[in-house]
C-alpha cells in the first residue's frame, strides 16, 4: 500500500440504515487512506452499494459517523460529497440518452468562457483525454443512447474523472466492460492511486481484487466480516468462502461433455449487418451442434450482441447473408416468432429490456409462457402461481413471495428470474448476452449451474460475453469477433487469454 497520510481520507464508524425495518447494515466500520485501493466485496444484497451511497451522499445514515480528513461531516446530498472530495461512479448508470458523451460528461459543471457560456472546445478535449484513458471507440459527440451498456460504462467512470476528486467510488465498473477495457481501466486505477488519490473498488470480479487493491474488506448480510490486505487473501475461492460463509466450488464444463454425433442447431453463413454508414457485422459464419455452449468474444463494438440480435430476428440493421434453425431457413419478424420456434434470448440490459420491473416475479416468470399455458387465455390462477413458485424454486431466486416486486430483488435474483422465465418455456436453443453482468461470484455460480444443465439437457446455448473467465470455463468453442468480423473459432482444447485477448485485438 501507497499510503501518504495516517488520517483516512474518509472514514465510516458504526454505520447503519435499514429499508422498510429490515436491516441493511449494521455498525459497519470502513475507511480509506490516500494512495490506496481498499475494495469491497460481498453477495450481492450484502450492503455494499449502500454504504457507498452513505459515503456519496445518496443515502443518510441511521446511526454512526463518517469523517472526512479527521473532520465529522454531515453528507445529506451528492452536491455534499462532491463538495467534500468524494465522486462515486454507481453500478446503474445515471446518464441523459439525448445528450451527446461530451455534455453527459459535463453536465451541471460545464467550463465557461470569459463570456459566461459553455467552453465546448475545452470540454470535447478533456472528454477526449479522459474517454481516450479508458479505450473508449466510439465519437465522443456520439448521443448516449445510441450507445451500447459498456460505452455508457465508460462514459460514467469519465464523468468521475474529471471531477478530479480526492476519494473515488467505483461500484462494479466494469460489469459491462471487455477484458481489453477493463485492462485499461484498472491501469488507470494505478495511475491515480500513485497521484495519492484513494480509491474504493466494488466488484465482484474477484481477479481485478488481487490485480489492483491493498486491502479488501468482506460484507456479509449486512456485517463486516473482516478487513485484511489483499497480499493474506489465500486465493478468490477463499475470499468467496468468506463472503458466503461456507466453502464454494464453481461449477465447469468437462471437456468430455461437448456434444460430437448431434445434429446441426444453429447455422449462420455470411451473415452481414449494415448501419448508416458501415457494417456492423461482416461475413460471419460459424455452426453450432444441439447441447453445445458457444461462445462469442470480442472487445466493445466487435458484433458480439448485433450477432444474438439477428439469430433472434431483432436486428436493426439491414441483414445480408444465411441463418438457419435446425437445418431451416428462418428469418423471424417477432420475439414471439422466435420464441414459438424454441428460441429464447436473455438480453444484455436487464431492466430494460428483460424485466417488467414494477410486476411481479410470478407475472414475470409466466409472461413468456402464457400462449403456450393450457386453455389460454383461460387458465387457473393458483395453479399458475404454482409454477412460478417451482420454477422460482429451481432457479435458487431468493425471494420472500412469487407477489412481490421484480424491482425488490438484488442483481444477481435479477438475471436468475430472467433465466429462469425462459427455461419455463422449454427452448431449444438459449442466446444469452452477458448472462453474468454486475452479478456476484456466488450468484455467478448458480447461473452457471443453470446455464450446463441446459446443455446437458440437449438445448443448445450461445453465450456473448466480455469476460473470458466466465467464456472458457462455461463454453466448448469460442468463436472471437474482432470489429464486426469473424477471427476465429477456437476449441476447448486450445483456450487460453492471451490468445483471446489477442485475436480481439485490432
Same mark, same amino acid.
Given at each position: 500500500?501507497? @499510503?501518504?497520510?495516517?488520517?483516512?481520507?474518509?472514514?465510516?464508524?458504526?454505520?447503519?440504515?435499514?429499508?422498510?425495518?429490515?436491516?441493511?447494515?449494521?455498525?459497519?466500520?470502513?475507511?480509506?487512506?490516500?494512495?490506496?485501493?481498499?475494495?469491497?466485496?460481498?453477495? $450481492?444484497?450484502?450492503?455494499?452499494?449502500?454504504?457507498?451511497?452513505?459515503?456519496?451522499?445518496?443515502?443518510?445514515?441511521?446511526?454512526?459517523?463518517?469523517?472526512?480528513?479527521? &473532520?465529522?461531516?454531515?453528507?445529506?446530498?451528492?452536491?455534499?460529497?462532491?463538495?467534500?472530495?468524494? @465522486?462515486?461512479?454507481?453500478?446503474?448508470?445515471?446518464?441523459?440518452?439525448?445528450? %451527446?458523451?461530451?455534455?453527459?460528461?459535463?453536465?451541471? !459543471?460545464?467550463?465557461?468562457?470569459?463570456?459566461?457560456?459553455?467552453?465546448?472546445?475545452?470540454?470535447?478535449?478533456?472528454? *477526449? $483525454?479522459? =474517454?481516450?484513458?479508458?479505450?473508449?471507440?466510439?465519437?465522443?459527440?456520439?448521443?448516449?443512447?445510441?450507445?451500447?451498456?459498456?460505452?455508457?460504462?465508460?462514459?460514467?467512470? @469519465?464523468?468521475?474523472?474529471?471531477?478530479?476528486?480526492?476519494?473515488?467510488?467505483?461500484?462494479?465498473?466494469?460489469?459491462?466492460?471487455?477484458?481489453?477495457?477493463?485492462?485499461? =481501466? =484498472?491501469?488507470?486505477?494505478?495511475?491515480?492511486?500513485?497521484?495519492?488519490?484513494?480509491?474504493?473498488?466494488?466488484?465482484?470480479?474477484?481477479?481485478?481484487?488481487?490485480?489492483?487493491?491493498?486491502?479488501?474488506? &468482506?460484507?456479509?448480510?449486512?456485517?463486516?466480516?473482516?478487513?485484511? #490486505? &489483499? /497480499?493474506?487473501?489465500?486465493?478468490?475461492?477463499?475470499?468467496?468462502?468468506?463472503?458466503?460463509?461456507?466453502?464454494?466450488?464453481?461449477?465447469?464444463?468437462?471437456?468430455?461433455?461437448?456434444?460430437?454425433?448431434?445434429?446441426?442447431?444453429?447455422?449462420?453463413?455470411?451473415?452481414?449487418?449494415?448501419? #448508416?454508414?458501415?457494417?456492423?457485422?461482416?461475413?460471419?459464419?460459424? %455452426?453450432?451442434?444441439?447441447?453445445?455452449? +458457444?461462445?462469442?468474444?470480442?472487445?466493445?463494438?466487435?458484433?458480439?450482441?448485433?450477432?444474438?440480435?439477428?439469430?433472434?430476428?431483432?436486428?436493426?440493421?439491414?441483414?445480408?447473408?444465411?441463418?438457419?434453425?435446425?437445418?431451416?431457413?428462418?428469418?423471424?419478424?417477432?420475439? $414471439?416468432?422466435?420464441?414459438?420456434?424454441? =428460441? @429464447? +434470448?436473455?438480453?444484455?440490459? *436487464?431492466?430494460?429490456?428483460?424485466?417488467?420491473?414494477?410486476?411481479?416475479?410470478?407475472?414475470? +416468470?409466466?409472461?413468456?409462457?402464457?400462449?403456450?399455458?393450457?386453455?389460454?387465455?383461460?387458465?387457473?390462477?393458483?395453479?399458475?402461481?404454482?409454477?412460478? /413458485?417451482?420454477?422460482?424454486?429451481?432457479?435458487?431466486?431468493?425471494?420472500?413471495?412469487?407477489?412481490?416486486? /421484480?424491482?425488490?430483488?438484488?442483481?444477481? $435474483?435479477?438475471?436468475?428470474?430472467?433465466?429462469? !422465465?425462459?427455461?419455463?418455456?422449454?427452448?431449444?436453443?438459449?442466446?444469452?448476452?452477458? #448472462?453474468?453482468?454486475?452479478?456476484?461470484?456466488?450468484?455467478?455460480?448458480?447461473?452457471?449451474?443453470?446455464?450446463?444443465?441446459?446443455?446437458?439437457?440437449?438445448?443448445?446455448?450461445?453465450?456473448?460475453?466480455?469476460?473470458?473467465?466466465?467464456?472458457?470455463?462455461?463454453?466448448?468453442?469460442?468463436?472471437?469477433?474482432?470489429?464486426?468480423?469473424? !477471427?476465429?473459432?477456437?476449441?476447448?482444447?486450445? +483456450?487460453?487469454?492471451?490468445?483471446?485477448?489477442?485475436? /480481439?485485438?485490432?
Amino acid at each position: 500500500m501507497n @499510503a501518504t497520510a495516517t488520517v483516512p481520507l474518509i472514514e465510516a464508524a458504526g454505520l447503519s440504515i435499514s429499508f422498510n425495518g429490515s436491516a441493511v447494515l449494521s455498525s459497519v466500520d470502513f475507511d480509506v487512506v490516500a494512495g490506496e485501493v481498499h475494495a469491497l466485496v460481498g453477495e $450481492n444484497g450484502a450492503g455494499k452499494s449502500s454504504l457507498m451511497k452513505m459515503l456519496g451522499g445518496l443515502y443518510t445514515p441511521d446511526s454512526g459517523t463518517i469523517r472526512v480528513r479527521g &473532520v465529522p461531516t454531515r453528507l445529506a446530498s451528492v452536491n455534499d460529497a462532491i463538495d467534500a472530495g468524494i @465522486a462515486v461512479i454507481h453500478q446503474e448508470l445515471n446518464l441523459v440518452d439525448t445528450l %451527446s458523451a461530451v455534455d453527459n460528461i459535463f453536465l451541471g !459543471k460545464e467550463p465557461r468562457t470569459r463570456w459566461g457560456f459553455p467552453d465546448r472546445r475545452a470540454m470535447r478535449t478533456a472528454a *477526449r $483525454n479522459v =474517454l481516450g484513458q479508458l479505450g473508449f471507440r466510439a465519437s465522443p459527440d456520439a448521443l448516449v443512447g445510441a450507445l451500447r451498456v459498456g460505452e455508457k460504462q465508460l462514459v460514467e467512470i @469519465a464523468k468521475s474523472l474529471v471531477a478530479e476528486a480526492r476519494v473515488l467510488i467505483m461500484d462494479e465498473p466494469t460489469s459491462a466492460l471487455s477484458d481489453a477495457e477493463t485492462h485499461a =481501466l =484498472l491501469t488507470l486505477t494505478r495511475q491515480l492511486r500513485e497521484r495519492g488519490m484513494g480509491i474504493v473498488l466494488i466488484s465482484h470480479r474477484l481477479g481485478e481484487v488481487f490485480a489492483v487493491a491493498d486491502r479488501v474488506t &468482506v460484507l456479509r448480510d449486512g456485517r463486516r466480516i473482516s478487513t485484511l #490486505p &489483499v /497480499a493474506q487473501v489465500e486465493s478468490s475461492t477463499a475470499l468467496v468462502s468468506m463472503m458466503i460463509g461456507k466453502d464454494f466450488a464453481p461449477p465447469e464444463r468437462g471437456a468430455d461433455e461437448a456434444p460430437r454425433a448431434r445434429s446441426t442447431s444453429v447455422e449462420v453463413r455470411d451473415l452481414s449487418l449494415w448501419g #448508416p454508414s458501415r457494417a456492423m457485422v461482416r461475413d460471419v459464419s460459424f %455452426s453450432v451442434r444441439a447441447g453445445e455452449v +458457444f461462445g462469442l468474444s470480442g472487445l466493445l463494438g466487435a458484433g458480439k450482441t448485433e450477432v444474438l440480435e439477428a439469430i433472434y430476428g431483432i436486428s436493426a440493421y439491414r441483414q445480408e447473408g444465411v441463418i438457419a434453425i435446425a437445418g431451416r431457413h428462418r428469418s423471424f419478424r417477432s420475439p $414471439n416468432e422466435a420464441a414459438e420456434s424454441g =428460441l @429464447a +434470448f436473455v438480453t444484455e440490459d *436487464r431492466k430494460k429490456d428483460g424485466l417488467v420491473l414494477d410486476q411481479s416475479l410470478e407475472a414475470n +416468470f409466466v409472461l413468456p409462457s402464457l400462449p403456450r399455458v393450457p386453455g389460454f387465455p383461460f387458465y387457473r390462477r393458483r395453479r399458475l402461481c404454482g409454477w412460478a /413458485a417451482e420454477q422460482a424454486r429451481a432457479s435458487r431466486v431468493k425471494h420472500r413471495s412469487v407477489a412481490q416486486s /421484480a424491482n425488490s430483488l438484488s442483481g444477481g $435474483n435479477q438475471q436468475k428470474l430472467i433465466i429462469g !422465465k425462459w427455461l419455463m418455456t422449454k427452448p431449444r436453443i438459449l442466446l444469452l448476452d452477458e #448472462p453474468t453482468r454486475g452479478v456476484d461470484v456466488a450468484a455467478k455460480a448458480e447461473i452457471y449451474r443453470q446455464i450446463l444443465d441446459a446443455a446437458r439437457s440437449g438445448v443448445t446455448v450461445l453465450i456473448a460475453s466480455s469476460e473470458i473467465d466466465e467464456l472458457t470455463l462455461l463454453c466448448d468453442r469460442i468463436l472471437v469477433l474482432c470489429e464486426g468480423r469473424a !477471427k476465429q473459432i477456437v476449441p476447448r482444447s486450445d +483456450f487460453s487469454g492471451d490468445l483471446l485477448i489477442n485475436l /480481439a485485438s485490432p
